[in-house]
């Protein structure tokens, strides 16, 4: 009898719903865009006093890892491409005739954003779920990076429950340094079953007065041959529009 209590009290204490954080992470990736895809995108870098400057990329991504993102503005950067496989990056220049090697810490258009905002990856490709927690309307996701090579070593996702979609991401240093805040809004159905935030805003503790906007104006599923992500065909990524 005293077993038979024990069992029913754990049975009473246990959560009537664990939720699977890897799946729910993975779930988030393909909410946010197909896994190989075509993408335009504005990107707007906002200083303190107001000014402002816009570039818009054409990206492609295939599975997992691979991504290339083409200038098509301003007219001086018009052309340039970056490249990037995994954890490796690379600009192509075309006055300059060769790929240069960047970090994911570094950006190709200054402002808030870094490389790896720009060239990012699925979430579930570059960290693992250390915990989930839960409100009434929203996950927290603690994210920890499988390697040392990612941009951010933690990231703390808030997932909205009804849409599976991220509001608000804080990005870590090792140091437990709050690096910068991520902020998904304005919900669009960009058709072919794509409904996801149209907007990403970022700023950041270490540039007060600094802000940088990503504007989605198109996103869809798009099938892409394997010798488009070499350095290669880096200057040769304008004919896929």
Same mark, same amino acid.
């Given at each position: 009898?005293?077993?038979?209590?024990?069992?029913?009290?754990?049975?009473?204490?246990?959560?009537?719903?664990?939720?699977?954080?890897?799946?729910?992470?993975?779930?988030?990736?393909?909410?946010?865009?197909?896994?190989?895809?075509?993408?335009?995108?504005?990107?707007?870098?906002?200083?303190?006093?107001?000014?402002?400057?816009?570039?818009?990329?054409?990206?492609?991504?295939?599975?997992?890892?691979?991504?290339?993102?083409?200038?098509?503005?301003?007219?001086?950067?018009?052309?340039? $491409? =970056? !490249?990037?496989?995994?954890?490796?990056?690379?600009?192509?220049?075309? *006055? @300059?005739?060769?790929?240069?090697? %960047?970090?994911?810490?570094?950006?190709?258009?200054?402002?808030?954003?870094?490389?790896?905002?720009?060239?990012?990856?699925?979430?579930?490709?570059?960290?693992?779920?250390?915990?989930?927690?839960?409100?009434?309307?929203?996950?927290?996701?603690?994210?920890?990076?499988?390697?040392?090579?990612?941009?951010?070593?933690?990231?703390?996702?808030?997932?909205?429950?009804?849409?599976?979609?991220?509001?608000?991401?804080?990005?870590?240093?090792?140091?437990?340094?709050?690096?910068?805040?991520?902020?998904?809004?304005?919900?669009?159905?960009?058709?072919?079953?794509?409904?996801?935030? $149209? =907007? !990403?805003?970022?700023?950041?503790?270490?540039?007060?007065?600094?802000? *940088? @906007?990503?504007?989605?104006?198109? %996103?869809?599923?798009?099938?892409?041959?394997?010798?488009?992500?070499?350095?290669?065909?880096?200057?040769?990524?304008?004919?896929?529009?």
């Amino acid at each position: 009898m005293k077993i038979l209590t024990v069992l029913l009290g754990l049975l009473v204490a246990a959560p009537a719903f664990a939720v699977d954080g890897t799946a729910l992470l993975q779930k988030v990736d393909r909410n946010l865009e197909p896994e190989s895809y075509e993408m335009y995108r504005k990107l707007i870098n906002i200083e303190p006093d107001g000014s402002r400057k816009e570039f818009v990329l054409y990206s492609v991504k295939k599975g997992r890892d691979q991504l290339v993102a083409l200038f098509l503005d301003p007219p001086s950067e018009r052309d340039r $491409a =970056t !490249l990037r496989l995994g954890e490796n990056m690379w600009l192509y220049i075309p *006055s @300059v005739g060769k790929p240069i090697r %960047i970090t994911s810490l570094q950006s190709v258009i200054g402002g808030v954003f870094n490389n790896a905002d720009i060239l990012r990856l699925d979430y579930s490709t570059e960290y693992a779920v250390e915990e989930v927690s839960e409100t009434a309307d929203s996950y927290l996701l603690s994210l920890k990076a499988k390697t040392d090579d990612v941009a951010y070593d933690r990231l703390k996702m808030t997932v909205d429950k009804q849409t599976e979609l991220p509001t608000v991401i804080g990005c870590y240093a090792a140091s437990g340094l709050l690096i910068k805040t991520l902020t998904y809004k304005d919900i669009k159905d960009f058709g072919d079953g794509i409904t996801r935030p $149209a =907007t !990403l805003e970022t700023d950041s503790p270490l540039y007060k007065g600094y802000k *940088s @906007v990503m504007l989605y104006g198109q %996103i869809r599923a798009r099938a892409v041959p394997d010798e488009v992500f070499t350095l290669e065909y880096l200057p040769r990524v304008k004919e896929l529009r």
